[in-house]
């Protein structure tokens, strides 16, 4: 059992939306395939991934690095003790083998799209949907057949305009959500503010609202948004600050009393580890 090889193509994303950071006119994404020798079906199992939006493809990163070091390992130390499976945290090392610590960066979104395609081969080898094999190997055995997910959206566009925000979230709903978000930072606070309302406005009951500026503000803009967003019944005040900022994270929740999100532009466990130590939340 073995990888044979791992393709990449780098795709354009082609919107002209945009948050309070970034726009997404010249925004690409890499797609990766890993193609192993296992036939299920007369086909052989190939595991797919792709990497988040808003990162650009890695496929430099991905065919330079990190796809040589797959190939050139021996098959059998990329498997697991039973031989009769990948293992995804060997092939995790062999990829950042000779890798400095700290600075992860790009680097981590080329690996985290060739893991994503490798865990999506190894499920399909063990004939299992990726979440209940996870489910019996890190969890108590039993998958959760439920997950809550939210409706992200909200970008700024040309033209949207407020009602064009508000068809946008309403088109959420309509499909069942109970908790949409939208973007902030992009505009005036006072802009903002009156898009927040325009949103909360046409909320049910049990529908509920979350922002985030991407990142965007710094300490003192941070916290005059908070200020002003404490008088809305949000479901999450998301990512204000730089996301290695941990300092600003913390003297936010200090004067904000509503709920934060932040984290999902943390690549690595140390960064992770250090918004817990450090980040007050």
């Not at 973007?183 to 606070?189: D, E, H, V």
């Not at 996301?243 to 200090?254: I, N, R, S, V, W």
């Not at 690549?267 to 918004?275: P, Y």
Request: glycine letters at 12%; aromatic letters at 8%.
């Amino acid at each position: 059992m073995k990888i044979t090889h791992i393709l990449e193509s780098t795709r354009p994303i082609k919107s002209d939306i945009r948050n309070a950071y970034i726009d997404f006119s010249k925004m690409t994404l890499s797609l990766v395939a890993v193609v192993t020798d296992v036939v299920h079906g007369g086909k052989p199992v190939i595991g797919y991934g792709f990497n988040s939006n808003g990162r650009y493809g890695q496929g430099h990163l991905v065919r330079e690095r990190f796809v040589p070091r797959v190939l050139e390992a021996a098959p059998a130390s990329l498997l697991n003790d039973a031989g009769d499976n990948l293992d995804p945290h060997k092939i995790w090392a062999c990829m950042m083998t000779n890798e400095k610590p700290g600075g992860h960066g790009e680097r981590s979104v080329a690996v985290g799209t060739i893991d994503m395609a490798v865990w999506d081969a190894t499920a399909k080898i063990a004939g299992l949907p990726l979440h209940e094999m996870l489910a019996q190997r890190y969890g108590t055995g039993q998958a959760n057949p439920r997950v809550f997910v939210y409706a992200a959206g909200g970008y700024y566009q040309p033209a949207k305009g407020v009602q064009g925000l508000l068809d946008e979230m309403k088109s959420y709903l309509d499909r069942g959500y109970s908790v949409v978000k939208m973007k902030i930072g992009g505009a005036s606070l006072a802009e903002d503010c009156t898009r927040i309302e325009a949103v909360l406005k046409m909320l049910a009951p049990g529908q509920q609202l979350a922002v985030d500026a991407n990142g965007r503000f710094d300490l003192a803009t941070a916290v005059a948004y908070g200020k002003a967003l404490t008088r809305y019944p949000l479901f999450w005040y998301e990512e204000a600050g730089d996301p290695l900022d941990f300092e600003l994270q913390a003297k936010l929740g200090e004067s904000y009393s509503g709920p934060m999100a932040t984290g999902e532009n943390l690549f690595s466990m140390q960064d992770a580890r250090n918004l817990i130590r450090y980040g007050g939340m």
